[in-house]
């Protein structure tokens, strides 16, 4: 870990002056944010506060609006690419675990299949190769039995299993960086912080520089090195999750904590 | 399944495709048309086994005799074996239902998961497209296309699946439209996976059970409709044997011998209520929540 930090000295994400407009509405106002490699950034802030638009402008994703601002993964930029060159950043570069893991599996294809599939996007590999990259993945995110989870349905698999499996899909093809949007949301309470640990379990075997996009504090504080509050599409505050939720200096910060504590 | 890993609900499911198909076969109907649709196929595939007499061989001196024992379902005016001329005729049907079928749906298919997919102008586009078409009084066409190609087998598929596959387009790209926005397919984005990947390997295998079941029912519709075109003069010609064809030139016979034209009318109505009970069964299986 130590010496993957030491080994570069450009973050894994460096986001400067990203704005995000939808028909004059400005939903990203200006955000500036690096991530460490291996480090955890909490994007924090109330729904509508512009967490998930700035999550999926990591990726490209943002359809109908303008992006502007530098993205730069590793210290190349990627603001600005066209689709194609997109698609050669996510899942390779920059990849996403989405809120709903009910919803974020195909459920005609064996989860085993969805992983190799992605795998065989990025890489010149056989099918055969593929499926056991998506076993070898399916064990990183701790499934039971991976060669038979692999051959699993997704209705076959709870939510839980499902998140994993997501996960799983995610770092299939070793990224950069992983934006984590709300990913313990939709889940049970016991669960959530199994799936937490988890994110922290490949992070610190993979030294994935992690965003995690979340409302609750406390998953900031359980979880996150540093935070970001954001409010309007604005930064209210940033810095080390003890500085900032032991003291926090922003009126806004201090109304999401007094909402928590209540 | 596995076990371990299943949970409660879960574990009475199989894959979906199975499930879909367990559901299909304790329909009874649907069992029925489907038992038809298979005698019609093997009656039409073997059909120089199964007639016993040549169905263009005229014999002025058999004209409109009623059913006997060597003639099942009698003769027509000509004198050929009304027997041999329905079971020759299943070949005609079936050609042009599953011709038309196929055609048609493999257009729409492709027009409403573009549109669906692309949005915007290119879906606006395609579906006024298919608005022209659907206001395309076909009767006309048909005409118009007979005067060109000639009148055949061929034409008679390439007029129908010409104004056959709109239905089709349109519930695909309803269908396509609800799984464009799908989690799955957002996530498929979010690693890479390219449009076309994505339609193909995610869209259309959520997205096809509704078209399928309307692409079964089609079969029927399209056998009926060459029977109204050959009928009119514009779709199969003399002497081919094709049921719409028998049941135009029979229709004078209705007092006289009603059997030349009864027995393929049987036969369509049969065929045609086969596919349609086939298609409907589809339906019900592949959809159990939409089931009213």
Redesign the interface.
Known sequence: MSALRGASSVPALAVADLRVEFDQRVVVDGLSFSVEVGETLALVGESGAGKTVTGLALLGLVDGGRVSGSIRVGGREVAGLDEAGWRGVRGSSVAMVFQDPMTSLDPVLTVGRQIADVVRVHERVGRRVAAARAVEALGLVGLPDPRRSARAYPHQLSGGMRQRVAVAMALACGPAVLVADEPTTALDVTIQAQVLDLLRDVQQQTGTALVLITHDLGVVAGWADRVLVVHDGREAESGLVDAVLGAPSHPYTQSLLAAVLA | ??P????AG?SA?A???AEAGRRFWANRLAVAGLAVVVLVAVVALFAPVVARHDPLAIDAALSRQGPSRAHWFGTDQLGRDVFSRVVWGARTSLAVGLGTALAATLVGMVVGLVAAWRGGRTDGVLMRLTDVFLAFPYLVAAIAVVTIAGRGTATVVLVLSLFGWMAIARIQRAAALVVRD???V?????????GA?IVL??VL??AVAPVLAVAATFVGTAILSESALSFLGVGITEPQPSWGLMISRGSSLLRTAPHVLLFPGGALLLTVMGFVLVGDGLQDALDPRARR
Request: glycine share 14%.
């Open positions: 399944m596995i371990s890993l299943a949970t879960a499911r894959r979906p495709w799908a989690g799955y957002q996530a498929a984005r979010a690693a890479g996976v390219g990947r390997g995610h295998p959520n």
